[in-house]
């Protein structure tokens, strides 16, 4: 019984930490995700590119392997839906937002234009930005007659037991949330 108690602490107590890059260079973004958990590294890296007809493609690489995701699938959207809901099941309470602990939240923008004045109002609007984000360290810089880039990265960590808790309890608001189906009325013509 001590083991598998001790099992159970192990696991809850797990840190876990989850960095993402993106990266946009005015044609397709590339998104690379890593989690680290005891120190044991996975990273993904997802690029997006139009075939001949115009259809969006998502290539996930993992290592040497190499997955191709359809954005219109059946399940599309489902993780980022779960993650944002995830976000706000604390409520009033914000247990999560206090768990989860960015580390590090960076922003390097490159503003390109043929038009200058716009360039310079949203460059300066951008980097006004960074003081309404203690964390964030965003620099934004204009490239006039140039073009726009953009790299953010973004780490957080958590422990697993506080992630488990907060789904189990997004698990139990989306269950209750959901109606019942009412019965079939037919009415008689009787």
Same mark, same amino acid.
């Given at each position: 019984?001590?083991? !598998?108690l001790?099992?159970?602490?192990?696991?809850?107590?797990t840190?876990?930490?989850?960095? #993402? +890059?993106?990266?946009?260079?005015?044609?397709?973004?590339? /998104?690379?995700v890593?989690?680290?958990?005891? %120190?044991?590294r #996975?990273?993904?890296?997802?690029?997006?590119?139009?075939?001949?007809?115009?259809?969006?493609?998502?290539? +996930?690489?993992?290592?040497?392997?190499?997955?191709?995701?359809?954005?219109g699938?059946?399940?599309? %959207?489902?993780? /980022?839906?779960a993650l944002?809901?995830?976000? $706000?099941?604390?409520?009033?309470k914000?247990?999560?937002k206090?768990?989860?602990?960015?580390?590090a939240?960076?922003?390097?923008? &490159?503003?390109?234009g043929?038009?200058?004045?716009f360039? +310079?109002?949203?460059t300066?609007?951008?980097? +006004?930005l960074?003081?309404?984000?203690?964390? #964030?360290? !965003?620099?934004?810089r204009?490239s006039?007659h140039?073009s726009? $880039?953009a790299?953010?990265?973004?780490i957080?960590? #958590?422990?697993?037991?506080?992630?488990l808790a907060?789904?189990?309890?997004?698990r139990?608001t989306?269950?209750?949330?959901?109606?019942e189906? &009412?019965?079939?009325n037919?009415?008689?013509g009787?």
């Amino acid at each position: 019984m001590r083991w !598998i108690l001790l099992g159970l602490f192990l696991i809850l107590i797990t840190p876990v930490q989850v960095g #993402a +890059a993106l990266r946009w260079t005015g044609h397709m973004p590339s /998104l690379t995700v890593g989690v680290m958990i005891w %120190g044991i590294r #996975a990273q993904m890296e997802i690029h997006a590119r139009r075939d001949t007809a115009g259809t969006l493609l998502l290539t +996930a690489t993992m290592g040497k392997r190499s997955l191709t995701l359809r954005p219109g699938g059946k399940n599309a %959207g489902n993780g /980022l839906k779960a993650l944002g809901l995830l976000l $706000k099941s604390n409520g009033d309470k914000a247990m999560l937002k206090k768990a989860v602990q960015v580390r590090a939240l960076d922003a390097y923008l &490159q503003i390109g234009g043929e038009n200058a004045a716009f360039i +310079a109002i949203l460059t300066g609007f951008l980097q +006004a930005l960074n003081p309404l984000l203690p964390q #964030a360290n !965003i620099v934004c810089r204009p490239s006039f007659h140039g073009s726009t $880039k953009a790299y953010i990265r973004c780490i957080a960590e #958590a422990r697993l037991g506080i992630l488990l808790a907060a789904w189990l309890r997004w698990r139990r608001t989306r269950r209750a949330g959901r109606k019942e189906e &009412q019965a079939w009325n037919i009415p008689s013509g009787t």
